[in-house]
């Protein structure tokens, strides 16, 4: 089963495009939203949550048409942004108080465990917290209504390295009954490589790949060698490309195949998420 489905999602805004977008996000899983600061996370995920409307494509969240016509699917997500969208000069408590009105099954002793896990103090303004605390307060928000998925918009970005582990191992409690579902969009992928079970990754407002975490990594393949096994034609198995006067160091997007063709002649090892989304933003190419 599905919790999002993403089709032929097209939208062209102030000099950027996504085109022809088309994914899903299986339900009791977390997915990682990858791709370089630019690349259209960021305006995928206001369309999701009605705020951007598509010029073209459908979206379907919990088997509901998602978008700003109907707001009702909204009840059931979690939405954690990667921008401050409360009111600066109010508390973290008055704030709370004009937000849970949207949400039937808003539970205060669930939220007041949260402040006190992530150390906000109720009566502080909005506007003297700091990015991180912010990000914690919208967290807070965003769990205490017990929603079926949680989407996040860069939410480590800020974050302290404890409280980012702590975020990674709260995602995992958060889908362990496998009837929830987070989709996690970020450039720190490092995040990802610990707790991601799928990856969507999104460069120049086009789809690279949907797959799950292990299928990617298998797939792909860093190769390094000396400049003489390069030619017209092996230059075009790379996805990215690196040369120096000693040598390359490429990504391979089927990695079994110029194992083929280089033999011992090259060094092989396995890529991290960071090396895939590199090489591909390097070498500019998009593949399925």
């Known amino acids: 089963m599905t919790a999002i489905d993403v089709q032929g999602l097209s939208k062209r805004m102030n000099g950027f495009a996504l085109e ?48 700003i016509a109907g707001a009702a699917y909204k ?6 942004s990667d921008e401050n969208i409360y009111y600066d000069t109010l508390t973290l408590g008055e704030m709370k108080e004009i937000f849970k009105s949207f949400y039937p099954r808003w539970d205060e002793g669930q939220f ?12 502080k303004k909005i506007k003297d917290c700091s990015k991180g605390m912010k990000t914690k307060f919208a967290l807070a928000l965003a769990l205490a209504h017990h929603p079926d998925l949680l989407i996040m918009d ?20 958060f ?20 707790v991601a079970d799928f990856i969507t990754f999104i460069h120049r407002g086009k789809l690279v790949f949907s797959q799950t975490k292990e299928e990617i990594l ?11 096994l390069l030619d017209s034609d092996t230059r075009k198995e790379f996805v990215g490309l690196r040369e120096t006067d000693f040598g390359f160091e490429g990504l391979a997007a089927d ?5 083929s063709i280089f033999g011992s002649s090259a060094l092989y ?20």
């Open 154 to 173: 860069e939410p480590t970005a800020g974050l302290d390295p404890i409280f980012r582990r702590e975020l990674l191992e709260l995602l995992a409690e």
């Open 269 to 288: 090892h396995q890529p991290t998420l960071e090396d895939i989304m590199y090489y591909t933003a390097k070498g500019g190419k998009a593949y399925a």
């Open 75 to 80: 009840a059931n997500i979690g939405y954690v």
């Open 20 to 67: 022809q977008v088309s994914f899903s996000v299986p339900k009791g899983y977390i997915t990682g939203l990858i791709g370089p600061n630019g690349a259209g996370k960021s305006t995928l995920i206001k369309i999701l949550m009605g705020m951007v409307t598509p010029d073209q494509g459908s979206i379907t969240i919990h088997g509901q048409r998602a978008g």
């Open 112 to 123: 007041k465990e949260y402040l006190d896990r992530f150390e906000l103090p109720a009566k």
């Open 218 to 228: 298998e797939r792909h393949l860093i190769v390094k060698g000396s400049k003489e």
């Open 175 to 194: 889908i362990q009954d496998e009837k929830r579902t987070v989709l996690f969009s970020t450039h720190l992928t490092t995040d990802l490589d610990k």
């Open 255 to 259: 990695g079994s195949r110029l194992q």
